[in-house]
């Protein structure tokens, strides 16, 4: 199982930024994902979750900013983040559970300037 992040860059406050992850190895209707996120000098947290059933789930501090979304037969999971604001700044991973591990991707810098 092999998971790829793409789409981050540099952002204004207040943009918007779409990131996609591609999973390959299995099916990915078979596994629920994740998007993580970690900033400079701070831990790894938990930022979205979507099911196989595409049932989501959020961090707290997403306040409604953020859409987690998959697509099975595209083996494509998304990460819609509107309204970001400079402490969105972070290097932005997917991943998901494999063989009782976690499996993650490379990750994606997302920069948000003020």
């Known amino acids: 199982v092999q998971l790829m992040e793409s789409g981050g860059g540099s952002v204004q406050a207040g943009g918007s930024v779409r990131l996609s992850c591609e999973f390959s190895?299995?099916?990915?209707?078979?596994?629920?994902m994740r998007w993580y996120r970690q900033a400079p000098g701070k831990k790894r947290e938990m930022v979205a979750a979507i099911s196989t059933g595409g049932t989501s789930d959020y961090a707290d501090f997403v306040e409604g900013r953020f859409t987690v979304s998959r697509d099975n037969a595209r083996n494509m999971v998304y990460l819609q983040m509107n309204d970001l604001k400079f402490e969105d700044t972070a290097v932005y991973y997917c991943?998901?559970?494999?063989?009782?591990?976690?499996?993650w991707g490379q990750g994606t810098q997302v920069t948000v300037s003020s």
């Open positions: 190895g299995i099916p990915l209707k078979l596994n629920g």
């Open positions: 991943a998901t559970v494999y063989n009782s591990g976690w499996i």
